[in-house]
């Protein structure tokens, strides 16, 4: 059957989705009589509408649930992917639950970035906002006024107020550079150059940690679902490597693979490739000889989860007292030149 194309859920609908799903199929309703349920419950229309009407047509020509995501065209195909393999192991509960925490894990990181991003853009609008006004209004006003005081500033002795005028146009220079900086990224990220952005910013000491980070921890939240699914540790890791997202992350990854192919263990060869911190890489060492190397892994997903939050923290930490200080560097100084030559007219007068 032709798969119809709706418009795509994002990562807190297709999270909702599959915890609604997860807690309905854990107390016996079968999927298709989970989908019609949520479908009442839904009626709001949307994207979240428009999936369940073409899912539960599918499920109700026998087809299963995996494959009535798939016709929908609402779901990424990671998804889909993961809820096939729980079907055709039994485990599409545990699968559903993890997907949700997944995709909620997601939302939750790139509401974080996004915040990141978003701070020093606004405070940058600002900062150019306050230097136009200041180039457009401020320093005109105080330059009529010592005009008609001394005739002319060139030759007073408030000549120098003209360093006011050359320091706020180089600070209003620069910043218009770094705004277009900042929107030439964005547009980068958002298509196929977006491989070589990310190769520029990893150059960087902090934005490369966090690149590195955010990619491991897509990797290992993925993995673990997989695994959650029944999958074989191999495979599993096989498929979660596209879900990085960084190559030098998935460099070693692929290197961890070749142990795995070798027959060595996630945990051997993650501790061996120092894909982890050595204290992390032991404690997966240990969750594996215990017999929990799953419930390690989700441990190891989240504390990267965390550590990705206090690294991007750090980034707006150094970025918006930077911006502040050259908001208030070039007002001080703008304002310091213009009055200055008041002082030297009120001590004359006086």
Not at 172 to 185: E, I, K, R, Y
Request: with cysteine; proline share 3%; hydrophobic share 50%.
């Amino acid at each position: 059957m032709e798969k119809r194309r709706g418009q795509r859920l994002d990562a807190l609908g297709v999270s909702a989705f599959c915890e609604s799903m997860a807690m309905m199929i854990q107390s016996g309703i079968q999927p298709d009589e989970a989908v019609a349920l949520l479908r009442q419950s839904e009626g709001k229309g949307g994207a979240l509408e428009d999936a369940l009407a073409a899912m539960q047509a599918e499920l109700d020509l026998g087809h299963g649930l995996a494959e009535a995501m798939k016709t929908c065209g609402a779901f990424p195909d990671y998804a889909v992917n993961m809820i096939a393999a729980g079907e055709e192991s039994g485990r599409l509960e545990a699968v559903l639950f993890r997907l949700s925490k997944y995709y909620l894990n997601e939302e939750t990181m790139g509401d974080k970035l996004r915040s990141a991003i978003t701070y020093p853009a606004v405070m940058l609008a600002m900062i150019i906002a306050v230097l136009a006004l200041m180039l457009a209004m401020v320093l005109p006003a105080f330059t009529q006024v010592y005009e008609r005081v001394t005739g002319s500033l060139a030759v007073s002795s408030y000549g120098y107020i003209s360093w006011a005028y050359g320091f706020c146009w180089v600070a209003l220079g620069v910043m218009l550079l770094l705004a277009m900086v900042l929107v030439t990224g964005r547009v980068m990220w958002k298509s196929r150059h977006r491989a070589a952005l990310e190769n520029l910013l990893q150059k960087l000491p902090l934005c490369g940690d966090i690149l590195r980070e955010l990619g491991l921890y897509r990797f290992m939240g993925a993995f673990v679902t997989y695994l959650s699914s029944g999958a074989v540790q191999d495979v599993a890791m096989e498929e979660s490597i596209k879900m990085a997202g960084c190559r030098p992350v998935e460099e070693k990854l692929l290197r961890c693979m070749a142990h795995l192919r070798a027959g060595h263990s996630f945990a051997h060869a993650a501790y061996d490739e120092g894909l982890f911190e050595p204290v992390y890489g032991r404690i997966l060492l240990a969750g594996e000889r215990s017999g929990r190397t799953e419930t390690v892994l989700w441990r190891l997903t989240d504390l990267l989860e965390e550590h990705c939050t206090t690294l991007t923290d750090r980034l707006v930490g150094i970025v918006d007292p930077l911006l502040s200080g050259v908001l208030l560097l070039t007002v001080g100084v703008s304002l310091l030149s213009v009055m200055l030559p008041l002082l030297g007219i009120m001590n004359s007068i006086g």
